[in-house]
């Protein structure tokens, strides 16, 4: 008995993160997975905020609350801030914290990869709003179209901000999906074949797969526009033989599966919610997760139809707008499955059910209108106007950041340990749902008044202010129910209710340790048979996996598809290296916007840097250290 | 049919074009579509919660479930190919055009052509087609992209550097309508607007003969000291006023100023005071715009005024 206390106290020595200045060397999933969510959160906050001093320029015609050029500056970077520093992380920090404990492993494949990925996030968005208090920020907005944001029409700073530092954020995103993709892959727990995979961790997979597909051509997009701003090469300047209508196909060709990359993780949180709080499993497993693949694929096939007011031939037209239509099939399974589950359980209704239900409501009325713009004649009257505002933010709030919210709620107690208060959730569901409508729903009927989008002021006789006076009277409520967020974050931290290991009863291996888990996840290691371990009546008494060494850091590898065991293999410790490399790779990112000799700089230091990363610190096979 | 609050000088409820009209006839079909679906998918979500814990057996579930993906096959099906009759041939194939519409940082430059192709004239920020007719026009820009819309007379297109745009305006109800730009061009995205006028056809064949007019010579002496005004203060520099300074085209054509209804891009009434306020401060009426403000003594600007007030 004393031998397994012993070996548990080795175990939890081994796992242990640095804290203090060894704050930069920590590589645990969970601490990783934290911090990306916890930063994406305030980038969603500091977006958020500029979406309020957007509203409130247009609250009255003709207002000079705010000039053109700071405005400009203020909807690129909510747009960039929302999309890249906000969404993308906020998933994978979702995916980084939650996949390991949902599959039953110890850690990511490669941790200081996870390390890494998180600082290069960091330094990115640091520096983007930095260049906002430099009055450098972005100003040709998230989509950054050719050729009004080439030398020419944007000299000075703030473009080569854009593309170099977009470039350098996704590098981010790319080493978090390859992290996770590979985890999933081999790390899952013997007996959880892909089919007991939890539908979460599903949608963790595809999104991972759609990033590394999607975000090369934004990272080839932004380099060519970089070398067209710093030496000429004018891939986009149609006067030397360019082309701009190539940015916007490279731009889009990432930009239409990114709203999928968002949405699938957020799907993925439904589906694990909803069943838990109807007490029964997911009902349609099966079509959920083929519905998951299928939104991947097709998710590649909708990307002119941002393009259809640009003039290709009609018949590309009618191809996109025929995949636009198709895929709200595999979401409209989605939402059966939801619903078949609600009405095959008992479903007890609190925040994160209240959040899961709000984002039902406004994804339904979101896809509907996307359907209605995926009609090119309908399209070539409401594109870039008002309507299509409407129509993404009932996506991409309702259809995501609503189930980011039911995810924190409902994961809070396993991340602190303690649960957020119900009564203060209430207030946070109703007043962002009720806000978000009286903010959104009138944006509608300003696209059918003719109101484009990116226009700082407005003439008052074109009938807009009405809406314009409503949709910022609730945005203010909207951000009112944000805010109350932080208060019951700050609230709970003291006097929220102490967190069992499994308060929801929840059927998922995250819920079978302490919360919050300890540093090695699980000990022993769990096995599975059926999709929800925890429900299974005999769980704990089945066979687990045993022998890891509790000296060194293994996780046990198991095949892709059946989940067998196969072997052991060590992970890596805490290292600064991961951190110093990002901060190499960012000097040269950021360094060539001022001068070109930092690249040659940063690619000598960053050999470097991995030179210590790769640095073997000794010899695996001997016994002990 | 239409809805009081969607009325407005640029909605694209007002049905006044063709194309417009299809496209709110479409909007109310997949309105409909939309509402019962949202209707229907509402209602079985909040019906569990009155259950009070009868569970559905798994068969029943699926029953429903099966029905709701035929439903949404049959409905997406229906939607995807039915919206195939309402495209139009909007965009065309490379063709002659009547007018071109020039997307300028910030405003508008029109030009129209005669049946050869060849220019008739060239005004700016002001459209004018006869009434139920198709008038082909052509879509260009020498700087960023802009986009062509208005949504009173139906839907729009880019103006894309070194690809040309086709689109075909056809109105069934006389009056003026505002444009607007749709694409993000940069610090003066927001006023820059324009007007289609759409008159009967004899109205618009004397305004088409009235625009090829040369500038009138200035008849009094204040008018002619206005114009001695418009070279030494460099307006010449920019603007064009046929039959009387034809060396630049970087700015809006001035021949027949006064016989617009708008200034700026569709930012200002044209009347006298605005036409002054706007040259000796044109930052102070669209921040960010291109045109420099003048310095001149009070009676040179008088004078100018004067000018361009004779610019019918």
Not at chain 1, 125 to 133: A, I
Not at chain 1, 415 to 432: A, H, I
Not at chain 2, 275 to 282: H, T, V
Request: hydrophobic share 50%.
């Amino acid at each position: 008995m004393s031998d397994a206390k012993e070996n548990l106290q080795e175990l939890s020595k081994t796992w242990h993160s640095p804290t203090g200045w060894g704050w930069f060397t920590v590589v645990n999933h969970t601490n990783i997975g934290l911090r990306y969510i916890g930063t994406s959160l305030i980038f969603f906050f500091l977006a958020g905020i500029l979406g309020l001093l957007i509203r409130t320029q247009l609250i009255v015609p003709e207002n000079d609350f705010i000039g053109n050029d700071f405005y400009n500056q203020i909807f690129s970077m909510h747009g960039i801030t929302m999309m890249f520093l906000f969404a993308i992380p906020i998933v994978e920090g979702f995916g980084v914290y939650m996949v390991p404990y949902m599959i039953g492993t110890r850690d990511l494949s490669f941790p200081r990869l996870s390390a890494f990925s998180y600082y290069v996030f960091l330094i990115g968005g640091f520096v983007l709003w930095l260049s906002m208090l430099l009055d450098s920020a972005p100003d040709a907005g998230w989509f950054n179209y050719v050729p009004l944001s080439l030398k020419e029409f944007s000299p000075g700073k703030r473009i080569d901000v854009y593309a170099t530092v977009i470039t350098f954020i996704e590098i981010s995103a790319l080493a978090a999906a390859v992290e996770l993709i590979v985890t999933i892959f081999k790390q899952k727990a013997p007996g959880m074949s892909l089919g007991k995979m939890p539908p979460f961790v599903w949608s963790i997979l595809v999104m991972a797969f759609m990033i590394v597909f999607a975000m090369p051509t934004i990272i080839v997009g932004s380099i060519m526009l970089t070398l067209d701003r710093l030496l000429g090469t004018g891939f986009f300047d149609s006067g030397v033989g360019g082309d701009a209508l190539l940015w916007q196909h490279l731009f889009w060709w990432f930009g239409h599966p990114e709203v999928y990359i968002i949405f699938l993780p957020a799907a993925g949180i439904i589906s694990t919610i909803i069943p838990v709080f109807c007490g029964r499993p997911l009902y349609g497993y099966t079509a959920v997760v083929l519905s998951i693949v299928a939104t991947g694929v097709i998710s590649f096939g909708l990307w002119v139809h941002h393009m259809f007011t640009t003039g290709l031939p009609i018949q590309a037209d009618a191809f996109f707008a025929a995949a636009s239509g198709l895929i709200a099939l595999p979401s409209g399974i989605q939402v059966f499955s939801w619903i078949a589950t609600m009405w095959g359980g008992k479903p007890r209704l609190n925040t994160a059910f209240l959040f899961s239900l709000g984002f039902i409501f406004m994804f339904v009325l979101g896809g509907l209108t996307g359907i209605m713009v995926a009609s090119v004649p309908f399209d070539r009257q409401v594109h870039d106007s008002y309507f299509v505002v409407a129509h993404f933010h009932y996506v991409l709030i309702g259809g995501a950041v609503f189930p980011f919210f039911a995810g924190l709620y409902y994961w809070w107690p396993k991340m602190t340990g303690r649960l957020l208060s119900e009564k203060l959730g209430q207030w946070n569901f109703w007043l962002t749902f009720i806000g978000f409508n009286v903010a959104f729903f009138p944006m509608h009927f300003l696209g059918f008044l003719g109101m484009p989008r990116r226009i700082y002021s407005y003439p008052s006789d074109l009938n807009w202010d009405l809406m314009n006076l409503i949709s910022t009277i609730g945005s203010y409520i909207l951000g009112i129910g944000f805010f109350l967020f932080v208060v019951n974050i700050i609230y709970s931290r003291k006097h929220g209710q102490r967190a069992t290991n499994n308060p929801w009863n929840a059927s998922t291996l995250e819920w079978s340790v302490s919360s919050p888990a300890p540093g090695y996840n699980f000990s022993p290691l769990p096995a599975v048979r059926s999709l929800d371990p925890l429900w299974d009546k005999d769980f704990g008494v089945q066979p687990a996996a045993v022998g890891l060494r509790t000296d060194r850091r293994e996780v046990l590898v198991t095949s892709v598809i059946e989940g067998k065991p196969q072997g052991v293999i060590g992970i890596p410790h805490p290292t600064i290296w991961p951190f110093i490399l990002a901060l190499v790779c960012g000097m040269g990112f950021i360094g060539i916007i001022f001068n070109l000799w930092w690249f040659v700089f940063a690619f000598f230091a960053a050999s470097v840097a991995m030179t210590g990363w790769f640095w073997p610190k000794y010899n695996w096979r001997k016994e002990k250290r | 049919m239409a809805l009081v609050g969607c009325q407005g000088p640029q909605s694209m409820m007002s049905n006044a074009g063709a194309d417009a009209e299809r496209v709110v006839t479409l909007w109310w079909l997949l309105l409909s579509v939309s509402a019962f679906v949202f209707f229907i998918v509402s209602l079985f979500t909040i019906i569990p919660f009155f259950l009070k814990g009868k569970v559905v057996p798994e068969a029943n579930l699926g029953k429903g479930f099966m029905a709701g993906i035929v439903v949404t096959v049959v409905i997406l099906l229906a939607i995807i190919v039915g919206t195939f009759q309402f495209s139009t041939t909007l965009v065309m194939a490379n063709e002659k055009a009547d007018i071109e519409v020039v997307g300028k940082l910030w405003w508008w430059e029109v030009i129209y052509y005669d049946e050869e192709g060849q220019v008739l004239f060239k005004t700016a920020n002001e459209i004018h087609i006869p009434i139920d007719k198709k008038v082909r026009l052509r879509l260009t820009t020498d700087n960023v992209i802009h986009s062509f819309w208005v949504p009173s007379l139906g839907g729009k297109a880019d103006m894309i550097p070194g690809r040309p745009n086709y689109l075909t305006l056809e109105a069934q109800t006389e009056g003026i309508y505002r444009g607007q730009c749709a694409e993000y061009c940069g610090l003066q995205h927001t006023f820059m607007a324009f007007h289609v006028v759409v008159e009967p056809e004899d109205q618009y064949q004397d305004w088409l003969l009235a625009q090829q007019e040369t500038a009138p010579r200035p008849q009094t002496s204040l008018a002619e000291h206005g114009a001695k005004v418009f070279i030494e203060a460099k307006c010449m520099n920019c603007h064009t006023i046929r039959g009387f300074s034809e060396k630049s085209e970087i700015g809006p054509d001035l021949t027949h100023l006064m016989s617009r209804q708008m200034l700026a891009s569709g930012t200002i009434p044209n009347n006298k005071g605005h036409l002054s306020g706007w040259i000796a401060d044109p930052e102070g009426v669209k921040p960010s715009a291109l045109m420099p403000g003048l310095r001149l003594k009070s009676e040179d600007f008088k004078a100018l005024i004067h000018y361009l007030e004779s610019l019918k």
